[in-house]
């Protein structure tokens, strides 16, 4: 299985509600990546998961909050944000963060719109 | 920080030809890692190709290659007999091989394939 999955596929949430995002790989892989893209531009890291322990954090609101539950699994906590964090999010894994096959796999994404 | 340019926002091409993506990056280090990306229109972003900084011969998968071009700090990617499906948004990316974490996305290009 080298795929990375997202759930759900869309989402629309108003400013007050509390939703998450769900990322799954089966690779084995021991990193994970949240990136948050906005149309047209290239992807912005958002967070870094090495070995189920958040290594980094690129300054990202705390109305954004990760949480890696086993080493499988990544997960998006979303609560009171605003529109313009409206964009797709982007879930990627790759086998460590240092390692020298390093080639990070990204899932289809969760489009975000936040009214 | 290592910065990746892509100076063509838009490209066109026509079926069966080929076309060749120009990316530059800058960067200090000796050894690090080059990727391409293809992302489709509401598609998953997926690795066409990557090149190690410390090998001296280009990459190839298929009909995609890469001119490696070290002391100029350049990374041109030429897709051969294109193909409709070819069409997406091309990005560069550079990673170090030390810091191992980021990717550092160029702007991306936007690949056109006409009939």
């Known amino acids: 299985d080298t795929e990375v999955t997202q759930t759900p596929k869309h989402l629309v949430m108003g400013m007050t509600n509390k939703k998450s995002l769900k990322c799954e790989q089966h690779?084995?892989?021991?990193?994970m990546y949240w990136y948050k893209q906005k149309a047209k531009k290239p992807p912005e890291l958002m967070f870094v998961y090495s070995y189920e322990k958040l290594s980094i954090n690129e300054s990202v609101p705390s109305r954004f909050s990760p949480e890696c539950p086993n080493s499988s699994l990544l997960n998006l906590h979303l609560h009171a944000l605003q529109p313009e964090d409206s964009a797709l999010y982007l879930c990627?894994?790759?086998?460590?963060?240092?390692?020298?096959?390093?080639?990070?796999?990204f899932g289809p994404g969760t489009r975000l719109t936040v009214l | 920080a290592q910065t990746v340019t892509q100076s063509q926002p838009e490209m066109s091409v026509q079926e069966a030809e080929t076309v060749t993506l120009s990316c530059t990056y800058d960067?200090?280090?000796?050894?690090?890692?080059l990727f391409w990306y293809k992302q489709p229109p509401s598609r998953q972003m997926i690795l066409v190709i990557r090149?190690?900084?410390?090998?001296?011969q280009n990459a190839t998968e298929n009909r995609f290659s890469v001119n490696f071009q070290k002391a100029a700090k350049s990374f041109s990617l030429k897709i051969s007999d294109s193909q409709l499906g070819d069409a997406a948004m091309y990005f560069c990316a550079y990673r170090s091989a030390g810091s191992g974490y980021a990717l550092n996305f160029g702007k991306g290009t936007s690949l056109l394939v006409t009939p």
């Open positions: 960067t200090s280090e000796s050894d690090y890692y």
């Open positions: 090149q190690e900084a410390y090998k001296q």
């Open positions: 990627a894994s790759s086998q460590e963060v240092t390692s020298t096959r390093n080639e990070q796999f």
């Open positions: 690779m084995g892989h021991r990193a």
